[in-house]
T-cell receptor
Framework: NAGVTQTPKFRILKIGQSMTLQCTQD?????MYWYRQDPGMGLKLIYY???????DKGEVPNGYNVSRSTTEDFPLRLELAAPSQTSVYFC?????????????FGEGSRLTVL | DQQVKQNSPSLSVQEGRISILNCDYT??????FLWYKKYPAEGPTFLIS?????DKNEDGRFTVFLNKSAKHLSLHIVPSQPGDSAVYFC???????????FGTGTRLKVLA
């Protein structure tokens, strides 16, 4: 019962570097989400997906890209890392659409950009 | 524009007493609300939810109240236990939007 798995758990990047945060869920959920959590700011939605091949922007998409080629995987790509992207990133999934179901979260990926 | 607000960043409560965490929202289209608990270095975990067709939902020690006219919901924890010490987030969603909007969180500390 792995649920939502995120890798890596920790990463330090230099300004301008690129990286991909991986997210996999084994619950056959259609809906997947990426959030970032900054101190005192709660959780902000970066991107979401309602199924394989379908993605859309959330509240704070700038500087990020996503893809959803399979139901299980929803990677988040940072192309040119900036200090403002230092944050804790959470991937989440849900079986049902919002208004009927809950989100299941991964344990988070802490990213520092220096 | 913060559509979901938790105006109390922190709250301390004695063990055994009631904890009341508050959440306000501005978007009248929101019709489904959830509460999450988060421990340090872990992902948020689901606690309880409420649909706008109800004004109360209970699950064990946790009760959520919804006041639609005031655009306000609250989470009551009775009795509070030291293990309840965590950050609590409320979240809301509107029909057809496919996303949840989270508040900024309230850190609850239950004192033994």
């Amino acid at each position: 019962n792995a649920g939502v798995t995120q890798t890596p758990k920790f990463r330090i990047l230099k300004i301008g570097q690129s990286m991909t945060l991986q997210c996999t869920q084994d619950m056959n959920h259609n809906y997947m989400y990426w959030y970032r959590q900054d101190p005192g700011m709660g959780l902000k939605l970066i991107y979401y997906s309602v199924g394989a091949g379908i993605t859309d922007k959330g509240e704070v998409p700038n500087g990020y890209n996503v893809s959803r080629s399979t139901t299980e995987d929803f990677p988040l790509r940072l192309e040119l890392a900036a200090p403002s992207q230092t944050s804790v990133y959470f991937c989440a999934s849900s079986r049902q659409s919002p208004n009927t179901g809950e989100l299941f979260f991964g344990e988070g990926s802490r990213l520092t950009v220096l | 524009d913060q559509q979901v607000k938790q105006n109390s960043p922190s709250l301390s409560v004695q063990e055994g007493r009631i904890s009341i965490l508050n959440c306000d929202y501005t978007n009248s289209m929101f019709d489904y609300f959830l509460w999450y608990k988060k421990y340090p270095a872990e992902g948020p975990t689901f606690l309880i939810s409420i649909s706008s067709i109800k004004d109360k939902n209970e699950d064990g020690r946790f009760t959520v109240f919804l006041n639609k006219s005031a655009k306000h919901l609250s989470l009551h924890i009775v009795p509070s236990q030291p293990g309840d010490s965590a950050v609590y987030f409320c979240a809301a969603s509107a029909p057809g939007t496919y996303k949840y909007i989270f508040g900024t969180g309230t850190r609850l500390k239950v004192l033994a």
